[in-house]
């Protein structure tokens, strides 16, 4: 079993839909921490030992989030920019993260139809995550499939159940080592 690290990061919880269906699908499975980066640190002043420490327990890294203007809500960026030191994750010594994998998981108000070249995105999801890709990669990490769930607006409550259980289905392979690679692009809940 691998043990998997899922770091939310979403400003107001309380205001979500896909991202709370989301963590209440995985936040109490067996061999999965469940960290709420926004309730633990209220005032972006992230404790770079305890996360340092929370990454080299764990084999899978998740980063949870709503896509917030083609990235991720301030404070993931700010755990990135602080918690992935020379040293630590990559640089002479950085090999703490070596061989791990991380996942993208998140949510967009735009529909899928929007991630493509002619869509009003432009850009394929992918291409838009490639900042999370190279970061994985520099630190050694293998960077998996992205779980994305598309036009959060139109998602039925149906669609929403349909879409938690595909990413606890995905959470629970990779905890158990399968390939992960089940439920991965989801629009409106259709695959
Ligand atoms: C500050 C902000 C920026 C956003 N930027 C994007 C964006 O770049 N692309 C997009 O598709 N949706 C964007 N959205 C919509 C959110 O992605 C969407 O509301 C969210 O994924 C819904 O998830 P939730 O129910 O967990 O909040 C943005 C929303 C906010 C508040």
Redesign the pocket.
Same mark, same amino acid.
């Given at each position: 079993m691998s043990r998997v690290l899922v770091l939310l990061a979403?400003p107001? $919880?309380h205001?979500?839909?896909?991202?709370? #269906?989301?963590a209440d699908a995985v936040r109490s499975l067996p061999g999965v921490t469940f960290h709420d980066l926004y309730a633990a640190y209220p005032h972006h002043h992230v404790d770079v030992a305890r996360e340092q420490g929370l990454l080299r327990s764990h084999d899978v890294v998740v980063w949870q989030?709503?896509?917030?203007?083609?990235?991720a809500?301030s404070l993931l960026k700010e755990w990135q920019d602080v918690v992935l030191e020379h040293g630590f994750a990559y640089g002479d010594g950085g090999t703490a993260l070596r061989g791990k994998r991380v996942l993208s998981a $998140?949510?967009?108000?735009?529909p899928a139809a #929007?991630?493509q070249p002619g869509g009003y995105?432009r850009h394929t999801i992918g291409h838009l995550l490639a900042p999370f890709d190279q970061t994985a990669h520099l630190c050694g990490m293998t960077y998996l499939e992205p779980f994305v769930?598309?036009g959060?607006?139109q998602l039925s409550e149906a669609g929403l159940r349909e879409v938690a259980g595909r990413y606890r289905d995905r959470i629970e392979a990779l905890r158990d080592d399968g390939a992960g690679r089940n439920g991965g692009m989801a629009a409106g809940g259709m695959a």
């Open positions: 979403h107001a $919880l205001r979500s839909r896909a991202n709370a #269906a989301l989030h709503p896509f917030y203007w083609y990235s809500p $998140l949510s967009t108000g735009g #929007a991630y995105n769930v598309h959060v607006g």
